[in-house]
């Protein structure tokens, strides 16, 4: 019995362990489970926040890029907006979620957006032009790209849009194109010639002038390789050229090229390479080069004659300059014939003549002439009037230039004993658009006609000695009247003391007796004296008063001495001399003068005794005087 309980237990006890195995083995199982779960779990985790992270990124790409993008599903409804697509068309975001994509489509472009969306954009996407619309009703050229995305299963759902503005690029594009056209036009018309030929050399490409160069039209030589334009011997050397080109490094040499009449023609070949691997060539002709030479040896006589014509003008200027500048050593007759001289030197005639005057009644106020001998000058007799071909210049104030005297109609033909003449040339002296005098010259040496140039060089010294000749005829004028006033002061009795603004003092017959007599006989003062024999300060003196103040002193009495001996007495009447143009130049004072020995003459008493006689009606004449405009210096001076 108490065996078989103990095998009872035992085998209890078996059973036990048998079933707590079990268990062991059973929770291990789920715990393992679990673990794997837990795994899984985190796993799934990460995946998840590395997906959420990438979309983030791509997110914030997204945002941040230039280019518009936007989602849509195959009906166009929009789901998501970027910040670029903002932008672009003026809707945010939660604007346009949910509105139709073609709400930001042109009209005229939604049907053609409908029908990709509907069809589907294929794996690859599909990219073409736009034009979209702004949210304030303008349009936008735009660059539009439709890219798949793919649904969780696999099958496309949403469509990606990414617009790109093609406003900018466009422009871009037009101006390229603008600025091609100008290029064609540009290389169409210049005058070398422009050969464009592909990587394997064959011309694509020749303006006018390379097919005239050729003898060719440009349909003609596209197509053909740039060697067989060469001669035989030349084609090596180009190709040799051609293959040592470097981007940057043009090649320059001369080549005979071969036209299609057979000739040859040697021209100048400068060949570049493009960055696409063509070859452009500019051919210039050289066979002009003799005639440009020519040319150029032209130009440079020219400019030779003209430089030596400017040296020949300049010294007859100088001539005339030094002429007048040696007045009054020098009248106006010899300004006159050193301008008609240097005309004749300048053109190189054998005839030369100057007049003065307008008036064709009468003979020219002063006629010079050169290259006629004394005897035909006598035998033609008084000078010419300014009629016909001289009247021409002179009246019209105009240059004449013929290149026979005998072909013109305005001529009147030569008085008896006059020398022939053929070619002529006239010129006008102007000063101030007025006329000074009139140069003439005839038969220009070693034959032929005055020339264009004779003429501008006349043209230029009668300008410059319209100047010369209006300051000799001032001077002329001037030193007439001078004359005339130096002879009319001295012939009145009133004493006269003039003062010039150098301080130069003269004095009249009358004013030098009342001057004390000093070394030379020339007076270079006029003491005066109070009434009652007191010397007159010099600061009181009405000279120094008029020149020192401007004070005016008229009817004071005075006494001076004459170099005599007697006493005189005097009333000075200051005066201001002026120039034609207003500008004073000095002034002076008379004095009206009465010797006591010609009290007795019955002169009337009253008033000052400015005269020797008849002092009443001179007084009045005098006070008359006083009353003159002081704007004219003769006047003033005559007074």
């Not at 009449?261 to 060539?281: F, N, T």
Request: proline share 4%; with cysteine; charged share 25%.
């Amino acid at each position: 019995m108490t065996l078989g309980v103990c095998s009872a237990l035992l085998s209890a006890a078996m059973r036990s362990l048998v079933v707590l195995g079990l268990l062991a083995t059973a929770s291990t199982a789920l715990a393992l489970q679990a673990l794997r779960a837990v795994r899984r779990a985190r796993r799934a985790e990460a995946e998840r926040e590395a997906s959420a992270s990438e979309a983030r990124r791509w997110r914030a790409i997204v945002e941040a890029a230039e280019q518009a993008v936007a989602t849509v599903t195959r009906e166009g409804i929009v789901t998501s907006w970027s910040a670029a697509a903002e932008r672009l068309y003026g809707w945010r975001s939660d604007e346009i979620a949910g509105r139709s994509l073609l709400e930001v489509v042109a009209p005229e472009r939604r049907a053609e957006l409908s029908a990709r969306l509907a069809r589907g954009v294929g794996r690859s996407g599909a990219s073409f032009a736009g034009v979209g619309l702004h949210r304030d009703g303008s349009r936008v050229e735009v660059a539009v790209t439709l890219v798949p995305l793919p649904s969780a299963r696999g099958q496309g759902a949403d469509v990606a849009v990414l617009w790109r503005d093609a406003r900018e690029t466009n422009s871009l594009r037009a101006t390229c194109r603008r600025l091609e056209r100008d290029y064609d036009k540009l290389v169409e018309h210049v005058d070398d010639g422009v050969f464009l030929a592909d990587r394997d050399g064959r011309l694509i490409r020749v303006n006018q002038a390379g097919a005239r160069l050729l003898g060719a039209s440009p349909a003609d030589l596209v197509g053909q390789p740039l060697a067989a334009l060469l001669a035989d011997d030349e084609a090596q050397r180009l190709a040799s050229a051609r293959a040592a080109l470097r981007q940057g490094e043009p090649h320059v040499g001369e080549y005979r090229l071969r036209r299609r009449d057979g000739g040859r023609r040697v021209a100048e070949l400068r060949m570049i390479l493009l960055c696409d691997g063509r070859v452009q060539s500019f051919v210039r002709d050289l066979g002009g080069r003799e005639t440009g030479h020519a040319e150029l040896a032209r130009a440079h006589a020219e400019e030779r004659g003209l430089r030596v014509q400017l040296e020949s003008l300049t010294r007859a200027t100088s001539a005339i300059t030094d002429a007048v500048a040696r007045i009054p050593e020098t009248d106006l007759d010899a300004v006159l014939l050193v301008v008609l001289l240097q005309a004749q030197t300048l053109t190189q005639a054998r005839y030369a003549a100057l007049g003065l005057g307008t008036d064709p009644t009468r003979p020219f106020e002063r006629w010079v002439y050169a290259g006629m001998t004394a005897e035909q000058a006598e035998r033609i007799g008084r000078a010419p009037r300014p009629v016909g071909l001289l009247g021409a210049v002179a009246l019209q104030a105009r240059a004449v230039r013929l290149r026979d005297i005998a072909e013109s109609h305005e001529r009147v033909g030569f008085p008896p004993g006059h020398p022939p003449m053929h070619s002529f040339l006239g010129v006008p002296i102007l000063y101030e658009g007025r006329s000074r005098g009139n140069l003439y010259l005839a038969d220009k040496q070693g034959g032929g006609e005055f020339t264009a140039e004779d003429q501008q060089a006349l043209e230029l010294l009668a300008a410059r000695a319209g100047a010369a000749l209006e300051t000799a005829r001032l001077y002329h004028e001037t030193t007439q009247a001078t004359t005339w006033l130096r002879g009319a002061i001295d012939g009145i009795p009133e004493a006269v003391v003039l003062v010039d603004v150098g301080g130069r003092m003269s004095f009249n017959a009358a004013a030098r007796e009342l001057a004390p007599a000093e070394d030379g006989d020339a007076p270079s003062r006029l003491p005066l004296y109070e009434p009652t024999g007191a010397p007159l300060a010099d600061d009181a003196l009405p000279l120094s008063r008029a020149l020192r103040d401007g004070v005016t002193t008229i009817g004071i009495e005075y006494v001076g001495q004459t170099r005599r001996g007697p006493e005189c007495r005097c009333w000075p009447a200051r005066r201001r001399c002026a120039t034609s143009t207003g500008a004073w130049w000095g002034r002076y004072v008379s004095f009206g003068t009465s010797r006591r020995s010609r009290r007795s003459s019955g002169c009337a008493s009253s008033g000052p005794r400015w005269w020797p006689t008849s002092c009443a009606s001179r007084s009045r004449s005098s006070t008359r005087a006083r009353g003159r405009s002081r704007a004219s210096g003769r006047a003033s001076a005559t007074r």
